[in-house]
């Protein structure tokens, strides 16, 4: 099992930066992909980024040049860096990471753009 805690949402005007962290604990050493997906309200859940064990990203066409996603192995984080972000971008942003079998999910933490 493998246990995700995110952190770093809140609130921010339109334009503005935001970085989320995602530790994982647990069965670390099965993760391979860890990343990103996002809910809006009324939305279906979608996936952000994508990082895996080395280092491989895929983004969504709507954040690709405004996020930047990275992960520190030695501390088995994940990072979100949300940089020009805009009303759209406002969701519930969940970590993920994956093994061979299981994916896994955090609590979700609440990003708001206000315009």
């Known amino acids: 099992q493998v246990q995700l805690v995110e952190s770093g949402g809140g609130l921010v005007q339109a334009g503005g930066s935001l970085r989320l962290s995602c530790a994982a604990s647990g069965s670390i050493f099965s993760i391979n992909a860890m990343g990103w997906y996002r809910q809006a309200p009324g939305k279906r859940r979608e996936l952000v980024a994508t990082v895996t064990s080395g280092g491989s990203t895929n983004y969504a066409d709507s954040v690709k040049g405004r996020f930047t996603i990275s992960r520190d192995n030695t501390k088995n984080t994940v990072y979100l860096q949300m940089n020009s972000l805009k009303p759209e971008d406002t969701a519930v942003y969940y970590c993920?990471?994956?093994?061979?079998?299981?994916?896994?999910w955090g609590q979700g933490t609440q990003v708001t753009v206000s315009s």
């Open positions: 993920i990471a994956q093994d061979h079998f299981s994916t896994y």
